[in-house]
């Protein structure tokens, strides 16, 4: 069976959040965390799976007449 785009996309955002989340907590753990230092993190985070996602979609078979997920 043949996981759908929209159901991989939503789990690379949770997989997003969580790892994001675990970084984020190290650093402060580690006192090493600073304002913009997460907020950058944040935002790296965000392309390298924006850009996962797009290579995902353009390699799916269903690619074609998948449609984006809703944010």
């Not at 650093?27 to 996962?52: H, P």
């Amino acid at each position: 069976m043949m996981t759908a785009p929209a159901s991989i996309e939503s789990r690379l955002d949770s997989i997003c959040r969580r790892q994001t989340a675990r970084f984020l907590d190290h650093l402060r753990a580690t006192r090493q965390a600073t304002q913009r230092l997460e907020s950058d993190t944040i935002r790296f985070m965000g392309f390298i799976f924006k850009d996962v996602k797009t290579a995902i979609r353009e390699r799916s078979e269903e690619a074609p007449h998948a449609q984006p997920a809703n944010r």
